[in-house]
């Protein structure tokens, strides 16, 4: 097996993010990552069944247990964080017990904070299972749950041990949940990786039929990035923001659709047009660029435009209520044009209007 080996470079917190085909298998590659006795596997019911026995099998000598979630965003919740504690608990976890996610974001996310609460923080690794836990979620070390006031409002950073990215997963991702991460994909092309970007556009084709060579490349491209990012701007005090280009509109879009209509990564595909759109009505990015980017999302089976009858002063409000505004003016990521984006403070709201009214 081909195993590629990227480091997400933190200092005495580096560590490696390990992409092959068949890595759950191979437990000699990542059983060295686990450094206590125990360990906990989290993982939700879609996942458990497929995968949840090849991890055990890498297991031997490591006192263990599993614990599954249903599946879904609702699963995201400060009441399940509360299950786990209680399976670690009856586990007998002590400072160096493991936490294993096994899943996508959804586990990722709640594994992760779990695993940064418990006993002030134990040791955990990503095995994330759908494309965007493989380019996105699992890397960088963001964690948290939702609450019923909002997404992602209790979290923490906690770097995981090691992501272990086993590309051969991804044959029983449901077709819409495999295309929305590629989407997430085409966000680093376009925001930091013009060669990036036309590559994709070359090998569409092959990403659509999920050739395992050109799905192997695409993810550690897209994890390459995200890990430098990651190492130079761990906490979002710069660069790092730069990732959420697509994400103040795809938030609102999600919001105002209702969760679970939209998929994150559709939302965000519409998000980068529409941030596209803006940057080129502020003469800040070729309009042609903007073209090429809804070519490229359309032909990964991405919509590229909100659906019929979003209202744009419902979309404008919530993203007057995005994190990263400050003192009540809209600071967006927009676009350079392929491979540069920036961060725009106190952007112009009647035209960020027009744009959402697809005026
Ligand atoms: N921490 C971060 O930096 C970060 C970044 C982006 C997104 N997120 C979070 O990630 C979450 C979304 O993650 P997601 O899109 O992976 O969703 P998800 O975890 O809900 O997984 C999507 C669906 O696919 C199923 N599934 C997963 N792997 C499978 C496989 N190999 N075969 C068959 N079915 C499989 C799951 O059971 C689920 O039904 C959101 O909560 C979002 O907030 C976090």
New binding site residues.
């Given amino acids: 097996m081909s195993i590629v080996e990227l480091d997400v470079a933190l200092g005495d917190r580096r560590y490696p993010i390990w992409i092959g085909a068949g890595l759950l298998d191979d437990a000699q590659t990542w059983r060295g990552a686990i450094r206590g006795k125990q360990a906990l596997i989290v993982s939700?019911?879609?996942?458990a069944p497929?995968?949840l026995e090849r991890i055990r099998a890498g297991l031997a000598g490591v006192t263990h247990d599993a614990i599954v979630l249903g599946?879904?965003?609702a699963s995201?919740s400060l009441e399940n964080v509360a299950g786990v504690f209680d399976a670690l608990a009856a586990l007998g976890a002590n400072r160096d017990a493991t936490i294993i996610a096994l899943?996508?974001?959804?586990?990722?996310?709640l594994a992760?904070f779990a695993a940064a609460c418990w006993m002030r923080g134990v040791d955990f690794l990503q095995m994330?299972?759908?494309l965007?836990?493989m380019v996105?979620?699992s890397v960088?070390g963001?964690?948290?749950v939702?609450l019923a006031a909002g997404?992602?409002l209790v979290g923490a950073f906690h770097q995981p041990r090691a992501v272990v990215i086993d590309t051969a997963?991804?044959a029983?991702?449901?077709v819409r949940?495999y295309a929305?991460?590629l989407a997430?994909i085409v966000k680093y092309g376009a925001i930091g990786d013009a060669d990036f970007f036309a590559w994709l556009e070359s090998h569409a084709d092959e990403l659509n039929a999920r050739d395992a060579s050109a799905l192997a490349e695409a993810i550690a491209r897209s994890c390459r990035q995200k890990a430098g990012v990651v190492a130079r701007d761990e906490r979002e005090q710069g660069e790092r923001a730069l990732l959420n280009f697509g994400h103040t509109f795809g938030h609102a879009l999600e919001a105002e659709a209702g969760y679970g209509a939209l998929?994150?990564?559709e939302a965000v595909s519409i998000g980068m047009v529409q941030a596209a759109t803006l940057s080129a009505r502020l003469g800040r990015a070729p309009a042609a660029d903007g073209e090429r980017l809804a070519v490229l999302l359309t032909r990964l089976g991405q919509p590229i435009a909100p659906p019929r009858g979003t209202d744009p002063d419902a979309l404008l409000a919530r993203m007057r209520l995005d994190k990263k505004n400050l003192s009540g003016r809209l600071r967006l990521v927009l676009w350079k044009g392929i491979g540069k984006a920036e961060v725009v403070p106190d952007v112009d709201e009647a035209t960020i209007r027009a744009v959402l009214a697809g005026a």
């Fill in positions: 939700d019911e879609h996942v497929l995968y599946a879904g965003e995201k899943g996508g974001g959804v586990v990722g996310d992760g994330p299972t759908t965007l836990a996105d979620s960088g963001k964690t948290g939702n997404k992602n997963t991804l029983t991702l449901p949940e929305a991460g997430e998929l994150h990564g």
